[in-house]
């Protein structure tokens, strides 16, 4: 039998190679017996450790449920189901949370489950105007619920210089007005929204933009639409009575995703390569690199 310490920045994980689970008891569920489980945790415990610097949080924590969900929702958006399982499973045993399914979007588009279009009507029959126009809005750019919040015209302010923003961004994209949002670590991204639903946003400026505060994180907004957490809720509330389930708001995104994903794909990417260049048009922190373009 062998023994090794892992020690991450979140917390000290004891494993214990070789040791039936039988034997440990209540301690199964925190021991690690498995040298590859051992080496899967130490991954993930990575990965959101990088996630969490690139997005401005404290490595140190604390940890909050939301923040982890959040984490493993945008590594959905990348990674097949089965990484995105081992990667969960393994953050809710170090952090001791009970952590749901969360379905990677490349099986999402690939199977075509990410919310419909006659979804998203059943859901904005429901939902006041402002709510409503977020919910064309986020389906349309793919945004985040607190991106809403940071809509800016394109002549207002600049995407972060620090990114390199490729050229092939929205290709395949036709009649489009560029505005950009403030998304996660304070990026600035460019973002694509048809010219019908700029000019309904338009038609909702504020005279002088107010202050917002979404959970914790203070924002200006220059349109008076919904977002943020009461967004979120509006939509899972609205489709719950237009469609007698609770859809969240997330699979605006997904829809987002999988339609440029097609998109794409007719102009002859190919399915990993639309994934990727999608991925950044979503707001990830990602290199770019040979691969955004086409076959």
């Not at 190919?270 to 086409?294: D, N, T």
């Amino acid at each position: 039998m062998s023994k090794s310490n892992v020690i991450s920045d979140i917390r000290k994980s004891v494993a214990l190679h070789g040791v039936p689970k039988s034997e440990l008891g209540e301690l199964r569920r925190t021991i690690i017996t498995s040298i590859g489980t051992e080496r899967v945790t130490i991954q993930a415990e990575r990965r959101f450790l990088e996630w969490r610097k690139e997005n401005g949080l404290g490595l140190n924590g604390p940890y909050l449920k939301a923040e982890v969900m959040e984490f493993i929702q945008e590594y959905a958006e990348t990674h097949v189901q089965s990484h995105v399982d081992t990667t969960r499973i393994a953050l809710g045993r170090v952090l001791s949370l009970r952590l749901p399914p969360v379905e990677s979007l490349i099986e999402i588009v690939r199977a075509g489950r990410a919310t419909r279009w006659e979804e998203v009507k059943a859901a904005t029959s429901h939902q006041s105007e402002p709510n409503a126009v977020s919910t064309l809005v986020a389906l349309d750019a793919g945004l985040r619920a607190v991106e809403l919040h940071t809509l800016r015209r394109a002549d207002e302010i600049e995407p972060s210089r620090h990114r390199v923003w490729p050229k092939t961004m929205f290709l395949g994209r036709h009649n489009v007005v560029r505005m950009v949002v403030i998304g996660k670590g304070g990026l600035r991204r460019p973002v694509a929204l048809s010219r019908c639903l700029a000019d309904a946003l338009e038609a909702r400026r504020r005279l002088e933009p107010v202050n917002i505060v979404d959970r914790g994180v203070r924002l200006q907004s220059y349109y008076r639409i919904g977002g943020g957490q009461a967004f979120s809720q509006s939509f899972s509330d609205a489709s719950l009575r237009g469609l007698g389930a609770s859809c969240g708001a997330h699979g605006l995104r997904h829809a987002y995703a999988q339609r440029r994903v097609r998109e794409l794909m007719a102009l002859n990417y190919e399915f990993m390569q639309a994934i990727r260049l999608v991925s950044i048009e979503l707001g990830h922190f990602r290199p770019i690199l040979a691969y955004y373009q086409p076959r």
